[in-house]
């Protein structure tokens, strides 16, 4: 009994100390953003251009504790995003023994692009996606009211905004694994596009606050690009196994093939 108990216990204690490992190195990043909140939360006012236009041409906190929660906020996720690289590699290492070799292999090859996918995706957000957003948000109605935008409001915008295109761009690398492992086909999403479109757009309306078709289209049409990627990933990372499964079809047509009289194959005799 205690035999089989021992590994189960040794992969509890694994994975308490990759997690405690992460968690100490989130602390430590979220104390240095601290340290330069204000220059954080400066830059992520910048795609506002906005701004300019309204009373002292920035955003206002009206509680006492606000801009203190914006300031750990924003600390939390940028140290989030700065331990990204460790946190996948601690993932990545605690289920790669459970993982075949083969599967292992693609997970290391997987693992830095995964993150250049996710900068990629709040890189987008944030230079293409963003600025025509809260321009946007900020003009429409300026003839009946003025806007005094809070700065815990923009900054909860900026960061859902990035953390969700920064996990749509990883999507093509998903599809990709998942058509090495069997899960999907290429044939089997190439019939889903109908309903990618649909979910684009949906995923559209979602990510952005705004009911403006155009910045919903800004979003969905990404998603349906990155969709048609995927296909062309899975049909791309599937071809050995096609190619192995068809040689094996064809050896099996062979062996049949050569029968003889006696009921035996060639390579029976």
């Known amino acids: 009994m205690k035999d089989r108990e021992l590994p189960v216990q040794q992969h509890l204690g ?7 490992l992460s968690v ?5 990043f979220t104390v240095a953003a ?3 909140n204000e220059q954080l939360i400066v830059l992520l006012m910048e795609p506002a251009k906005g701004f300019e236009a309204i009373p002292n041409g920035k955003p206002v906190f009206t509680e006492p504790t606000e801009y203190i929660g914006v300031a750990m906020k924003v600390s939390l996720y940028t140290a989030i995003a700065a331990s990204i690289p460790f946190l996948l590699y601690q993932g990545v290492m605690f289920v790669a023994p459970g993982l075949k070799p083969e599967e292992r292999r693609y997970l290391y090859f997987l693992l830095p692009l995964s993150i250049v996918a996710f900068l990629a995706g709040a890189s987008f957000g944030y230079i293409v996606l963003f600025p ?6 900020l003009s429409y109605g300026g003839n009946v009211a003025v806007p ?7 900054i909860n915008l900026m960061i859902s905004l990035l953390l969700w295109m920064g996990l749509i761009f990883e999507m093509p690398l998903v599809f ?3 058509g090495k492992i069997g899960i999907v086909t290429y044939k089997w999403m190439s019939k889903q596009r109908r309903y990618a479109v649909l979910v684009a757009f949906i995923i559209g309306a979602i990510v952005t606050p705004t009911l403006d078709p155009v910045n919903q289209a800004i ?3 990404p998603v349906i690009v990155l969709y048609e990627l995927s296909i062309w990933l899975v049909w791309l990372g599937t071809r050995g196994r096609r190619a192995k499964a068809k040689q094996a079809a064809t050896t099996e047509s062979t062996d049949l093939a050569v029968i003889d009289k006696d009921g035996l194959t060639k390579r029976d005799k």
Request: charged share 15%; proline share 3%.
């Open 148 to 154: 005094l935008i809070r700065v815990g409001s923009y």
């Open 34 to 36: 601290f340290i330069f």
């Open 24 to 28: 100490i190195v989130v602390i430590a």
């Open 14 to 20: 694994e994975l308490r100390r990759r997690i405690t």
């Open 176 to 178: 990709f694994f998942l």
């Open 219 to 221: 979003v969905a049409g």
């Open 132 to 137: 025509p957003m809260v321009s946007f948000l």
